[in-house]
């Protein structure tokens, strides 16, 4: 039987020569300095991740970062010597009538009375209303801690203080029922939130979605038939104004004037951070995906693009006062408006 294996062969390592047959020198061992390395980094945005990113959901909205203490301090001390200013000129007021008349002089201290108890009524309403939009602010960052850990008992006690929250909304009424008989099936602390949302939020959620839709419709007719571009600027602040507002008392918020204005704050940070400041691109990408565009007239389609961008503002609303986070109902997008809104601006463009 014959050995087909190769046998090892020893090989000449022979120095590498010039062309005239000489040998090159070979490169003498030296350290290497750390100014030598080349650091190489990755691309920040991979290519094959460009559709992805493009097709993807908005990121959660994030907390707004606190302001700073020194502002604090400053408001309230300006606001403390202004306060004295007025009490000062007010009992200024009341001394001079007194001296002209002692009638003058008790109807001045009646109205300030009056006016007094006003106020003392306004800053308790605006209090209440910043209280509950932290407290639902609150809810929707412990959702999210309970969905992350698991933890039944903290589910529990959130499950009962957002029962407690919504028990004025008679369109929860059926899910606080069922609710009430299913909670102690349910072990795991995320499947009762998941519960709780399907439950107590998607009435409401139904709700907030026709508003939307109303809220649409009138900005895309009232753009598509207005001559002026300020008309059409001015309609368009007021019907989102007045949308964040009913968005918010409607699922419990009741926000005040200074409530108000800390709730559009939020809304326009949460079209920041989710990148939608620039929605009508994406605005646009969907009316000609769509195919529209090019059956659309330029006051027609102008009016189009301001209704979805109420909706957009509407949809930032919507998950800026949710007491909970979507997770078991699906988010709703610009796409479910969009045929909707065009079909509503055509119809009445043609009648």
Not at 7 to 14: D, I, S
Not at 23 to 46: L, N, W
Not at 58 to 80: D, M, Q, T
Not at 121 to 127: D, G, K, P, S, Y
Request: proline share 6%; aromatic share 6%; glycine share 8%.
């Amino acid at each position: 039987m014959t050995d087909d294996r190769r046998r090892p062969v020893a090989f000449p390592v022979t120095a590498d020569k010039t062309d005239d047959g000489e040998r090159k020198p070979g490169r003498q061992p030296r350290a290497v300095t750390g100014a030598e390395f080349i650091e190489i980094k990755p691309a920040d945005i991979d290519v094959f991740d460009i559709e992805d990113i493009a097709t993807a959901e908005p990121p959660p909205a994030l907390p707004p970062k606190r302001r700073s203490r020194l502002g604090r301090v400053f408001l309230a001390a300006a606001g403390i010597l202004l306060s004295m200013a007025v009490g000062l000129w007010t009992d200024r007021l009341i001394r001079d009538l007194f001296a002209r008349a002692d009638w003058l002089g008790w109807t001045a201290l009646a109205l300030a009375g009056v006016a007094l108890v006003a106020l003392a009524a306004i800053v308790i309403r605006e209090t209440l209303s910043l209280a509950r939009l932290a407290s639902v602010e609150r809810m929707r960052g412990r959702a999210a801690d309970v969905l992350a850990r698991n933890d039944p008992p903290a589910a529990r006690r959130l499950v009962d203080d957002l029962t407690g929250f919504l028990a004025a909304k008679p369109e929860t009424a059926a899910g606080r029922r069922s609710l009430a008989e299913l909670r102690d099936d349910v072990i795991d602390g995320p499947d009762l939130v998941r519960l709780a949302e399907t439950e107590l939020l998607v009435p409401l959620d139904r709700a907030a979605q026709a508003m939307i839709l109303n809220a649409g419709k009138r900005v895309s007719m009232v753009t598509a038939i207005s001559p002026r571009a300020a008309v059409d600027l001015f309609y368009v602040l007021f019907e989102s104004a007045r949308l964040i507002r009913r968005i918010a008392e409607l699922y419990g918020s009741r926000p005040g004037t200074l409530g108000f204005f800390r709730l559009a704050r939020e809304v326009l940070a949460h079209l920041a951070v989710t990148g939608s400041i620039a929605a009508g691109d994406s605005i646009v990408q969907q009316l000609v995906g769509h195919g529209l565009a090019a059956r659309l007239s330029a006051k027609l389609g102008e009016g189009v693009v301001n209704g979805m961008m109420t909706v957009r503002i509407g949809i930032a609303a919507m998950e800026t006062t949710r007491p909970l986070p979507f997770e078991a109902v699906r988010r709703p997008g610009m796409s479910d408006f969009l045929s909707a809104i065009v079909t509503f601006t055509r119809t009445k463009q043609t009648d």
